[in-house]
């Protein structure tokens, strides 16, 4: 029963989304010591705790206080977009037809594809070999490359 | 007399050169972008260790033109002399071994334009 307290507890806690960190903290706190008294319940209590730091994490990705100096975390779209942004601003490419293979398409010749691919590395900031950056021929590739390269999927 | 001229194409044709750094097209064309990719990084910092009178942009344009002169070759080892020659220029221009007039010749900046109709030539008094 009282866990069935603290399960509404947790669940309360989490629905407001936008709340300064040092709050969160003092309430993960004050969560966690009530918690670890009731030991057969803690297993759901930690997976009620485990899914709203879940929510809270999606829901205030803006807000994230702790990023410690990284990057946003990449998605498939945020990826197309820049790839797609770094394409228009090229100026051999015709900013409507952008999405199309290089060489057949485009007219590109093999050392623009290799312009393309170095501003793709200076944009994402990794390295591309020269034996995998020659099959990169169409803005779907270079996605997909780097989202492999990232660990990005959904 | 067909006979023997046939002979001697297949025995041309059969004939292996040895190569001096890469063993087929795709190789020697690997090395020209790696070449490239340097080349590309390099300009900025090569205008501005020469200080030198010129964006970056043309002198990408440049680097670029040096490159489309040799297109058309696909000979691998005449390929490969050819980055060989080119990494050299490269080592030269990083470590500074050169100075700021052996950069600026390549843009021909001092040189008027040869002259190619027959009224020009005349002028200039029918130099071939």
Same mark, same amino acid.
């Given at each position: ?33 009530? $918690?670890? $008294? +009731? ?21 205030? @990705? ?35 037809? @952008?999405?199309? +293979? ?40 270079? @996605? ?7 660990? @990005?999927?959904? | ?19 001096? &750094? ?12 790696? &070449? ?15 200080? &030198? ?76």
């Amino acid at each position: 029963m009282a866990a069935r307290v603290l399960q509404q507890c947790v669940r309360s806690l989490g629905r407001p989304s936008l709340r300064l960190c040092p709050v969160n903290l003092a309430l993960r706190a004050a969560v966690a010591p009530a $918690v670890t $008294v +009731h030991r057969p319940f803690s297993f759901a209590a930690d997976s009620r705790r485990t899914r709203w730091l879940g929510q809270s994490r999606i829901s205030s @990705v803006g807000l994230l206080c702790r990023q410690y100096g990284d990057l946003p975390p990449l998605t498939l779209e945020t990826i197309k977009d820049r790839v797609l942004y770094v394409l228009k601003l090229y100026d051999k490419i015709n900013p409507e037809k @952008v999405t199309s +293979h290089f060489m057949k398409d485009l007219g590109l010749d093999s050392l623009d594809q290799v312009e393309i691919i170095m501003a793709m590395e200076d944009e994402f900031g990794f390295e591309i070999p020269d034996a995998e950056a020659e099959k990169l021929m169409t803005p779907e590739e270079i @996605v997909q490359y780097i989202a492999d390269k990232k660990d @990005v999927y959904e | 007399m067909a006979s023997t001229a046939a002979a001697r194409a297949a025995a041309g044709a059969a004939k292996v050169v040895k190569p001096i &750094l890469s063993r087929d097209l795709n190789e020697a064309k690997r090395r020209v972008r790696e &070449l490239y990719r340097a080349w590309y990084r390099e300009v900025p910092n090569t205008v501005s260790l020469f200080q &030198l009178d010129i964006t970056t942009r043309q002198g990408r344009d440049k680097v670029r033109e040096m490159f489309d002169k040799n297109k058309h070759v696909t000979d691998p080892r005449v390929i490969d002399m050819l980055v060989i020659k080119g990494k050299m220029e490269l080592q030269e221009t990083i470590h500074v071994w050169k100075q700021k007039t052996h950069v600026m010749r390549y843009f021909h900046e001092s040189e008027e334009p040869r002259a190619t109709d027959f009224l020009s030539k005349f002028y200039k008094g029918h130099d071939p």
